[in-house]
């Protein structure tokens, strides 16, 4: 109750101030850097008009804002604008009222996106089935390899030459193991990278119906042959100290940092903490495959944040959101977002504009990741996975594999019982989100978007 | 010997109580009633929608074998919790009774720990027994122990037992101290020139007549555990790892919280809600008969 008084008495307090410009106000989780660079896009926005003003508020983790969000718009008091990560897409995207289209906001703002101006596998993932943009793609990484090159070099081992695939891994760990290194391979976000990129990454389902895009009706099954043996190959591996568990979100960068792991698989955008505090030299290479999957490597897996539009503002307020959603999509935006954090650039013309500068010459490992993303077109099998209670199926998934890396649980069986108990849920969210569908909202979408 | 204080006036004790009970209304009878309906009802993230379900969500939970694994962890820990925190800081009232010199530093020490929020206890023994930069790892691992609570559910459970009893060793701490300094001296020496050794002064005489401290710090201690503990777990092992950590409290918070499944999380806490009524009333009533006031 009190967090909620709290609440009405800071944005009274807001309302006050503001008295002549109209306020945006903008929830987000950017922290420490990355907080500041967002800062200043928005500081440059304020002062390219008179008429709005966006005010940030950084709420924490991804985890807080979206908590935080939720609670304030039941009392009525949310923000215009939130920054959500990709795992609460589904739950944003769930109650049509809640939550107003990008797309529309901008047409009635008088902006124009092309959703086509995304990248695929971007854009997919964040428009409804007619293909239009429901949030607006903003801080989009994708995981990618990291390599320690002083420790490559102290294991006689070529720094240009990290391990391509997950079977030239144990001999490249072998060596940096002789030459002291004592952990080999970690990663962060464990049921992201070695999961649900790992599907994506070898053009397999993780879901059925394409991975949740395609109705409330899917299935998890990335319980697969392929899946069973990545597992199975990794708890030997932590059997062996190979692999090292870190946790379950970005505890493995501290462990690489220290210079006891010497192989990392971690989101892009990782790159701008590792290049801040590393006191080594370190590379960044393509996600790790097999080679001996058909098709593989396909394309990998986007993640990070999208910024919604909240329902049950004023008209004129949705006029100024618009201007700063265009504002933010604009290819030069885009470009100098994607040089300074380390996130994808998020449209083909930011791709062109960074590239044509030359900043890849100086900076080469900072396009390995839309690289990989742009490396195939998007199949059903890998436009993105969107699913109800994603938080709570990850949290399942993390579970399922810490029993597996202790030991306590065969793999097939951990990932048996998480495709189980993660399919209670979707059917509890299919029910709920069924049962009272408003009326905007077919009951069934069977039609998918065909892209080319 | 009755020792009651009557009021002349007929609307002053309720007046004196109302701030009290005012608060007990608004922070814990209002909550628990929305508890309750909300336990009834399924709602989605943005509160758009209400249905009424009935038992659906308790329904769910029960078929859960999550839920009832919770239950076992909860378990093992709050008696855990219960046991060492009591027995810890009875030790330690007992040679802090009998110190002399000093008496007053050693108190304040002891009784330190209770001003750290059990969020900051949880940060703390995290660092000291972090996996790979942790003071004791590091000694461990000078022992040949393998220490890496990220993986391994016993040694997690272990940390967050340490870290909830130290929080929780000031408090009974100081009633067991008052407690002790209350035992009449006379019998003590009485029972040592009948030649009494310590331990059998300490078993038949000062702990029988410790035992309303014991039996309140055991409710109070219980309690705790199942409550209180939730800022440990957070700031430490988030439940994990697996579901080794993962008490009651911790799961409602996460449910509700984190998973914005509101319904699914409002049982819980009504469940929570009802152990506990169930265990303070079996604690009085059947473990109180034998403490002799």
């Known amino acids: ?452 | 010997m009755e020792k009651r204080v009557v009021f002349r006036s007929a609307w002053l004790p309720y007046a004196l109580v109302a701030p009290q009970i005012a608060i007990t209304l608004v922070f814990f009878f209002w909550p628990a009633a929305q508890a309750v309906w909300y336990s009834l009802h399924l709602q989605d993230a943005f509160g758009l929608k209400v249905q009424f379900v009935g038992l659906a969500n308790f329904a769910t939970l029960f078929k859960d074998s999550n839920y009832l694994a919770s239950f076992k962890v909860t378990a093992l820990f709050s008696v855990l919790v219960a046991f060492f925190g009591i027995a810890i800081s009875l030790l330690l009232a007992t040679m802090a009774d009998r110190v002399l010199r000093g008496a007053m530093a050693y108190k304040t020490l002891l009784i330190w720990p209770y001003a750290v929020a059990p969020a900051v206890a949880g940060v703390l023994w995290a660092f000291i027994f972090a996996p790979s930069i942790g003071i004791l790892t590091y000694i461990l691992k000078g022992w040949g122990v393998d220490w890496n609570w990220i993986i391994k559910g016993d040694q997690a459970m272990l940390l967050v037992v340490i870290a909830a009893v130290w929080k929780q060793i000031s408090y009974n701490f100081l009633f067991f101290l008052a407690g002790l300094q209350s035992i009449p001296k006379s019998l003590i020496e009485a029972a040592a020139i009948d030649g009494a050794s310590p331990f059998r002064r300490f078993w038949t005489i000062v702990f029988p007549l410790l035992s309303p401290t014991t039996f309140f710090l055991l409710v109070v201690n219980i309690v705790y555990a199942f409550f209180d503990t939730f800022g440990v777990i957070d700031a430490t092992t988030q439940g994990g790892p697996g579901q080794s950590t993962n008490i009651l409290v911790y799961k409602v918070y996460h449910d509700g919280v984190k998973a914005a499944d509101l319904g699914g999380s409002s049982a819980q806490s009504v469940i929570l809600m009802f152990i506990v009524i169930v265990l303070t009333v079996a604690q009085f009533r059947f473990i109180e008969r034998k403490v002799q006031y």
């Open chain 1, 1 to 452: 109750m009190i967090p909620r008084i709290c609440f009405a008495w800071l944005l009274a307090l807001a309302a006050g101030s503001a008295s002549a410009q109209q306020e945006i106000r903008f929830w987000h989780a950017m922290g420490g850097a990355l907080g500041e660079e967002l800062n200043a896009f928005v500081q440059r926005f304020n002062e390219s008009q008179r008429e709005f003003r966006v005010v940030t508020e950084h709420k924490g983790s991804y985890e807080d804002t979206l908590i935080v969000a939720l609670a304030a718009q039941r009392e009525g008091t949310g923000p215009h604008l939130v920054q959500v990560y990709e795992v609460g897409t589904a739950l944003m995207m769930a109650p049509r009222r809640a939550v107003r289209p990008v797309w529309q906001v901008l047409s009635e703002g008088g902006e124009a996106i092309d959703a086509k101006a995304f990248l695929p596998a971007v854009a997919s993932y964040f428009s409804d089935n007619s293909g239009k943009l429901l949030a607006l793609p903003f801080n989009i990484s994708t995981p990618i390899l990291f390599y320690n090159r002083d420790a490559f070099r102290r294991a006689g081992l070529d720094p240009d030459k990290p391990p391509r695939t997950w079977y030239e891994f144990p001999k490249v760990i072998e060596a940096l193991k002789d030459a002291g290194v004592s952990c080999g391979y970690t990663t962060t976000w464990p049921s992201w990278v070695l999961l649900e990129n790992t599907s994506t990454w070898h053009n397999q389902d993780f879901a059925t119906r394409d991975n949740g895009l395609g109705g409330l009706d899917a299935k998890l099954v990335f319980n697969t042959h392929l899946m069973v043996r990545h597992v199975a190959m990794l708890s030997s591996w932590a059997r062996a100290t190979y692999f090292t568990y870190s946790g379950r979100r970005v505890e493995g960068e501290a462990r690489f940092l220290k210079g006891e792991c010497a192989l990392l698989t971690a989101a892009s955008s990782s790159a701008a903490e590792l290049r801040r505090s590393a006191g080594f030299d370190f590379g960044e290479a393509q996600l790790p495959y097999y080679d001996d999957i058909k098709g593989a490597p396909h394309h990998s897996l986007i993640g990070g944040g999208a910024l919604w539009v909240l329902a049950g503002a004023k008209a004129a307020e949705y006029r100024g959101v618009a201007k700063f959603l265009a504002f933010l999509a604009k290819p030069e935006m885009q470009a100098e977002w994607h040089q300074k954090t380390g996130y994808v650039p998020v449209t083909r013309a930011a791709y062109e504009l960074t590239r044509n500068s030359g900043f890849y010459a100086k900076r080469p490992g900072q396009e390995f990741a839309i690289q990989q993303l742009l490396l195939n077109s998007p199949t059903r099998e890998s436009r993105g996975i969107r699913l109800g209670d994603f938080q709570k199926i990850r949290l399942i998934i993390d579970e399922e594999l810490e029993k597996v890396w202790d030991g306590t649980k065969p793999p097939k069986l951990a990932l048996d019982d998480a495709a189980e108990r993660g399919n209670v849920l979707l059917r509890r969210f299919e029910a709920d989100h069924r049962a009272g569908a408003e009326p905007e909202t077919p009951a069934r979408t069977l039609r998918r978007a065909h892209r080319k």
